[in-house]
């Protein structure tokens, strides 16, 4: 299963800065185009592609289905792919089952939805604990989970990268898709985290 992670070597930073600059030498890449991809991972794409997904998903009973069918095409459709982002399989959370994203073995991650993984899920603690103790982790970032709520933890490789769909909280019926998107953070697109009601949501809009 190792050969599915890509473990980065020690000087990764200057091995890629080198080739960089032979490739660019050679007039095989420009710095331009570099640029953009670096900059669209880091800000422009990041977790809030994730968020546009989940909120259509709590809004859209056909593309919940086709996202939960074959998550890849469902997030093509609003135009997110692209590298890391091939076999993305959508898990989602009910009153019974809340599922939680880890890599083992290194740090795989769906950037195209996600953007780039934060350094705790590359940590080993994270990364040990999640598969040991997950109900324990969980707690550590202040997400209890019930006893009677089970949790799955699943497990990324280069082959297969998870997008957890949060519950959508209670309190945001009269919510628009964009205003849902706002509520979707990070970690609870990877399972760390529960969504909370909007402030001032009396559960009746
Ligand atoms: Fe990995």
Same mark, same amino acid.
């Given at each position: 299963?190792s050969e599915?992670h890509s473990?980065?070597?020690?000087g990764a930073?200057?091995?890629?800065k080198?080739?960089? $600059?032979?490739?660019?030498e050679?007039g095989?890449?420009?710095?331009?185009s570099? &640029?953009?991809?670096?900059?669209?991972?880091?800000?422009r794409?990041g977790?809030r592609n994730?968020a546009?997904?989940?909120a259509k998903?709590?809004t859209?009973?056909?593309?919940?289905?086709?996202?939960?069918?074959n998550? $890849?095409?469902a997030?093509?459709?609003l135009?997110f792919?692209?590298?890391?982002?091939?076999?993305?399989?959508a898990?989602?959370?009910? &009153?019974?089952?809340?599922?939680?994203?880890?890599?083992t073995?290194?740090?795989?991650?769906p950037?195209?939805v996600l953007?780039?993984p934060?350094?705790?899920?590359?940590?080993?603690?994270?990364?040990?604990r999640?598969?040991?103790?997950p109900r324990g982790l969980?707690?550590?970032?202040g997400l209890?989970?019930?006893? &009677?709520?089970?949790v799955?933890v699943?497990?990324?490789?280069?082959e297969?990268r998870y997008?957890?769909?949060?519950q959508r909280?209670a309190?945001?019926?009269g919510? $628009?898709?964009?205003q849902?998107?706002?509520?979707?953070?990070r970690?609870s697109?990877i399972? $760390?985290?529960?969504?909370?009601?909007?402030?001032?949501?009396?559960?009746?809009?």
């Open positions: 299963m599915n473990r980065a070597p020690s930073a200057l091995r890629v080198a080739l960089q $600059t032979l490739l660019e050679k095989l890449v420009d710095t331009v570099l &640029d953009r991809i670096i900059e669209s991972f880091g800000d794409i977790p994730g546009r997904v989940v998903a709590w859209d009973p056909a593309f919940r289905k086709r996202l939960l069918a998550a $890849t095409a997030v093509a459709e135009g792919g692209g590298p890391e982002g091939g076999h993305l399989v898990v989602e959370n009910t &009153d019974r089952v809340h599922n939680m994203v880890v890599c073995l290194c740090s795989c991650y950037w195209p953007g780039i934060p350094m705790w899920y590359k940590s080993f603690a994270y990364r040990s999640a598969v040991r103790d969980l707690k550590e970032f209890e989970i019930p006893p &009677d709520t089970e799955r699943w497990d990324s490789s280069a297969q997008l957890v769909i949060p909280p309190g945001t019926q919510m $628009t898709e964009e849902l998107a706002e509520l979707v953070t970690d697109m399972g $760390t985290a529960v969504i909370s009601p909007p402030a001032g949501a009396g559960g009746t809009r």
